[in-house]
């Protein structure tokens, strides 16, 4: 039976093939477009490869990894609820895939039927040139041991173990790189940080940190400033951890995985309050002026690659949140016309256009109109962040918006004219229900 079964699988994969390097195969996972209509294109699957967490897999959406012979597995879960809840009421499909060198295999998550099925190529060619809602390509992964590669970058759960094994490389003086643990910049911000006496049981937040770009220059800091904006989250702000998302070089798939989880969250549960954070690159579409946010695997010449901002802002406010803070340690003015970006800075002077604002929301941006946002070396974070922690940590948190955009503004404007000779001034947008409320509100 499985001598058949394999016989099978191979007929299969042999129309069309693409084959992959010598010594691996390759599994192509998507999600197409779902027959029973547009009421699932927003339905969240999580799934895990060989038992590492993936991340989940948005519609339309698909994904190349590469693995070595042999069998993967991948399991899936479907709902809106945390990966922890998902996973402990137990696999909603699953299939493990004998992998034949040189193959390549083509998994579809059928949104109506629940499963993940092998498919041959004629399918996943004809759900990519769909003429309504085709496939878009999002990132190519490669399976080293069970460290997950993308676009080159070791990602996910077991990313630290890529890292800790350039550190013994480094010690061993096989490489000249220093580690990136070994470059952190610890300033006064990184301790200390204020323990928060109440909890925060309707607030969620999402952070997303990208620093480590496949096609543009890197963002200097941009996953230490994601990690200790957490830290404040967790311990100042008093949110639980479980209600933390933390997005580190995040890919479309998981920055469009966190906003569903984050907008079932506000949809779902009363009263409940959501802070995003972003740190990254930002660009504007060049013939609209529309704002995206630039995933570790998108192109800054392509904005089809990228996640529109207008598309987050709509997204949350047609939630039931009682209010959405944002904050934007980037700007959205993109590359120039070399395609390079500025040192020490997260884009280069195009204005983009202001995006509206629904709901109750409030938006603290690290920069205006054409300005640059700027890092702060000597305390190894974002300028921005770094003075969003400073007020936090001076006042535990318990600080008004108006006092802490007055804060950001005044600090933020001094030292990019000390540091680096050229503007930058921190903006506050709010939607029309927020205009005359924003002032007063606090984070806790």
């Not at 967790?234 to 984050?262: F, H, M």
Request: charged share 25%.
């Amino acid at each position: 039976m499985k001598k058949k079964l394999m016989i099978l699988l191979v007929a299969l994969m042999s129309i069309g093939q693409v084959f992959a390097a010598e010594g691996t195969a390759k599994i192509i996972m998507f999600r197409p477009f779902s027959s029973s209509g547009w009421k699932n294109m927003n339905a969240t699957h999580l799934l895990y490869f060989d038992g590492q967490n993936f991340g989940y897999i948005p519609s339309t959406i698909y994904y190349e990894v590469i693995v070595e012979p042999g069998k993967h597995t991948i399991e899936g879960y479907i709902g809106n609820a945390s990966p922890e809840e998902l996973r402990s009421a137990g696999a909603a499909y699953s299939i493990t895939i004998d992998a034949i060198n040189g193959n390549t295999y083509y998994a579809s998550v059928d949104d109506k039927k629940k499963v993940i099925t092998l498919v041959p190529f004629d399918k996943f060619e004809k759900a990519k040139n769909e003429k309504y809602v085709p496939l878009r390509w999002a990132g190519k992964l490669e399976l080293k041991g069970d460290v997950f590669y993308a676009n080159g970058k070791p990602v996910g759960e077991n990313a630290h173990k890529a890292e800790e094994q350039q550190l013994a490389s480094n010690q061993n003086g096989n490489s000249k790189n220093t580690s990136k643990k070994q470059e952190t910049i610890q300033s006064d911000v990184d301790s200390n940080i204020p323990q928060a006496k109440k909890s925060a049981e309707d607030t969620y937040a999402l952070i997303i940190a990208n620093e480590d770009y496949q096609f543009v220059d890197p963002v200097n800091f941009a996953s230490h400033d994601g990690e200790v904006f957490k830290e404040y989250c967790i311990k100042t702000l008093g949110i639980p951890e479980k209600q933390v998302r933390y997005c580190s070089n995040a890919s479309y798939g998981v920055i469009s995985g966190g906003v569903d989880w984050l907008s079932y969250a506000l949809n779902n549960f009363e009263d409940s309050k959501a802070i995003v954070y972003y740190c990254g690159h930002g660009i504007p579409d060049e013939k609209t002026g529309d704002a995206y946010i630039v995933p570790v695997d998108g192109k800054g010449t392509n904005t089809a690659t990228c996640y529109s901002l207008n598309k987050l802002y709509t997204t949350l406010a047609a939630t039931k949140a009682k209010n959405i803070t944002y904050f934007m340690d980037a700007c959205f003015t993109g590359a120039n016309k070399e395609g390079s970006m500025l040192v020490a800075a997260r884009g280069v002077a195009r204005e983009a256009k202001k995006e509206k604002l629904d709901g109750n929301a409030v938006v603290f941006s690290a920069s205006s109109a054409d300005e640059t946002a700027m890092t702060y070396p000597e305390k190894g974070h974002g300028l921005f962040t770094y003075f969003l922690l400073k007020k936090l940590q001076e006042t535990n948190g318990d600080v008004s918006y108006d006092e802490l955009a007055g804060y950001i503004n005044k600090n933020v404007k001094k030292e990019a004219f000390l540091i680096n000779e050229k503007p930058q001034t921190p903006v506050v947008a709010t939607s029309p229900a927020a205009s005359s409320s924003w002032k007063t509100m606090k984070l806790k």
